[in-house]
Nanobody
C-alpha cells in the first residue's frame, strides 16, 4: 500500500501560479504512473496530467501549455507546476499513483488539496 500526501494548494489570483507536490510512501517495489486529477464543484473528477516512471507526460487539452507535471523518482514525489491560472482551474486536486508490491499491485489516491483561482 502507498500513502500519498499532497501540498501546495491555496488561493491565487487569475494569471498567477501555484506548485503542487505529492509525496508517496510505503513498502512497495516500484511506483509506476503518477498523475494529478481535479474535481470542481458539481463536476466529475477529471485527469489533469499524468507521467510515467520514465517521464512520458500526458495533459488535458485545457491545461496544455500552462501546466507542467514532473517527478523525482528518488524522492517518490510528483509535482504539478500551474501557471497562467484561470478561474476554471478551481477545484480539489488529487494525486494518484500506481504501484507494485511483493503481494500485488494497486493504485492510491491522496486526500486532495484545494486550489482556488479568484480575484
Amino acid at each position: 500500500q502507498v500513502q500519498l500526501v499532497e501540498s501546495g494548494g491555496g488561493l491565487v489570483q487569475p494569471g498567477g501560479s501555484l506548485r503542487l507536490s505529492c509525496a508517496a510512501s510505503g513498502a512497495v517495489i516500484s511506483i509506476n504512473d503518477m498523475g494529478w486529477y481535479r474535481q470542481a464543484p458539481g463536476k466529475q473528477r477529471e485527469l489533469v496530467a499524468s507521467i510515467t516512471r520514465g517521464g512520458m507526460t500526458n495533459y488535458a487539452d485545457s491545461v496544455k501549455g500552462r501546466f507542467t507535471i514532473s517527478r523525482d523518482n528518488a524522492k517518490a514525489t510528483v509535482y504539478l507546476q500551474m501557471n497562467s491560472l484561470k478561474s476554471e482551474d478551481t477545484g480539489v486536486y488529487y494525486c494518484n499513483a500506481g504501484w507494485r508490491s511483493l503481494v500485488g499491485q494497486g493504485g492510491s489516491w491522496g486526500q486532495g488539496t484545494q486550489v482556488t483561482v479568484s480575484s
